[in-house]
């Protein structure tokens, strides 16, 4: 929780590597979820291959449903992250075929999964994502950056000026406090400097 990745994985494979006789220790219980967090922390450290060995290996042989469904979503996260936006699509498209009704307690992976699709020039399906995300998760703190996206794909398509427009106003009216939200603000004020007197300009 507090940034220290390299430590956080030394403690968590002290903790799969412990041997104990002791009746209530639940080790085996939690070695899934524990693994899981041990990836993350790798992800964090940016060794994606190790994240992703682990994540994969949960999926495969967790008792507990809800550790392989974690964990297949979360393989997703690491091409996301690395940049591979054609594999990250395919993780997360094959982690919603196999555990579809689990599919909404990932909202990240709605968010990265559209977002993936932007960057890959797949604006139809992407704007169709953002869309979704924001009827599915309405309250997330990246609704500001979904709803600017859609104002981004809207201007590629080459909408009527007022309908982008709105898809920001409608951002940073929602989502003032939030990152998204202030993106859209700069969106509609850059919009507006070519009409602006230079008092105006320089504020």
């Known amino acids: 929780d507090r940034g220290d990745n390299l430590a956080a994985v030394q403690a968590f494979q002290r903790f799969l590597g412990l041997k104990h006789e002791g009746k209530n220790f639940e080790q085996k219980k939690l070695a899934a979820e524990v693994r899981i967090a041990e990836a993350r922390a790798f992800l964090s450290l940016n060794r994606l291959e190790e994240a992703y060995k682990i994540l994969d290996e949960v999926e495969k042989t967790a008792e507990d449903k809800k550790d392989q469904t974690t964990a297949a ?32 307690s990932f909202p990240n992976a709605y968010f990265n999964s559209s977002e993936a699709k932007f960057w890959l020039g797949d604006y139809r399906e992407s704007l169709n994502g953002f869309r979704e995300f924001l009827q599915k998760f309405p309250n997330s703190e990246f609704g500001g950056f979904a709803m600017t996206r859609i104002g981004e794909v809207l201007a590629i398509f080459g909408a009527d000026p007022k309908r982008v427009r709105g898809a920001y106003l409608e951002s940073n009216f929602r989502y003032k406090a939030t990152p998204g939200g202030g993106l859209a603000k700069i969106r509609l004020v850059s919009e507006r400097m070519p009409e602006m007197k230079d008092k105006e300009l320089r504020k």
């Open 73 to 104: 979503f979360y393989k997703g996260d690491i091409y996301f992250q690395s940049g591979d936006y054609k594999r990250a699509v395919q993780e997360y498209k094959s982690a919603q075929t196999k555990y579809g009704k689990d599919w909404q």
